[in-house]
């Protein structure tokens, strides 16, 4: 099986509060079906999640009453955006369904763990893929917490037998710089904790979930031997679909685990 993250900044517009990017979407499920693979599917919440989250420190926890209704309200904004996604899966031909994160899992200190994981254990088994997603989901310790999309797929790599990870995002990969403010930042194809260490990286958009370093860091994390993690351009026409039939395509390839 193969996991895909669709980030938050490929599926909205993250300089607009809940702005949908439909189209992408569409073509982004055409080319996961088209690839004929057996994938799972995890999607970031972008502006329908990052902006209220960051305007309430929901990151942090529960501190005041004032965050309730920010949490309740970015949970009913993630669910609305998982809905839209859905939707250009089954009009793709995907047979999906959105699953909400708190749900089937919980964290503790701000590390997510598969709380009662049945249920999308049995719809995989049905060939209906769970979709699930970016979100608020609630803390043993703090009350309550954001869950991104990549912790979500490293626990779903735990929990099935993954062979490759895919995370589609808005840049080619990780460069050695930030090439949004230095020329001669340059793309790197292959990525191991040592290289990553050396570089320090900021993510276009500023989120409650880190930037593109603590995504490589997660990717490193669920790299194995037999797993590839891959940071891969979504907003490049056919680049997903290429990357699936095995084509060389630009991405950043993440190596050797967090040893
Ligand atoms: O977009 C963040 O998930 P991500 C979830 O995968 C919220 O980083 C609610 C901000």
């Not at 895909?4 to 569409?26: A, C, H, M, P, W």
């Not at 590390?111 to 994981?117: G, K, S, V």
């Amino acid at each position: 099986m193969i996991i895909i993250k669709l980030g938050g900044s490929v599926i909205t517009d993250k300089s607009q509060y809940r702005k949908f990017n439909r189209e992408r979407v569409s073509d982004l499920c055409r080319q996961i079906k088209d690839s004929g693979l057996d994938v799972l599917v995890v999607h970031g919440a972008g502006s329908f999640g990052h902006v209220l989250a960051k305007q309430y420190g929901l990151q942090n926890g529960f501190s005041s009453e004032g965050q309730i209704m920010a949490a309740a309200q970015v949970q009913y904004d993630t669910r609305d955006l998982s809905q839209m996604v859905v939707r250009e899966m089954i009009d793709a031909g995907i047979p999906a369904v959105s699953v909400a994160p708190g749900s089937c899992f919980v964290m503790d200190g701000g590390r997510l763990m598969a709380n009662d994981t049945e249920a999308i254990e049995r719809l995989c088994r049905l060939g209906i893929m769970p979709v699930t997603f970016g979100d608020v989901v609630t803390d043993r310790s703090k009350g309550f917490g954001i869950c991104s999309g990549d912790q979500l797929m490293e626990v779903l790599a735990d929990l099935f037998d993954v062979k490759k990870a895919i995370f589609v995002s808005d840049i080619d990969g990780l460069y050695t710089a930030d090439p949004k403010k230095d020329k001669k930042a340059r793309l790197l194809g292959c990525v191991d904790l040592e290289t990553l260490q050396k570089i320090k990286s900021e993510s276009s958009v500023d989120d409650v979930t880190g930037g593109v370093v603590s995504k490589m860091e997660a990717m490193l994390r669920m790299s194995t031997e037999d797993r590839d993690c891959i940071l891969v351009n979504g907003t490049v026409d056919g680049r997903l679909g290429a990357l699936l039939r095995g084509e060389t395509v630009t991405c950043t390839i993440a190596r050797g685990g967090m040893k």
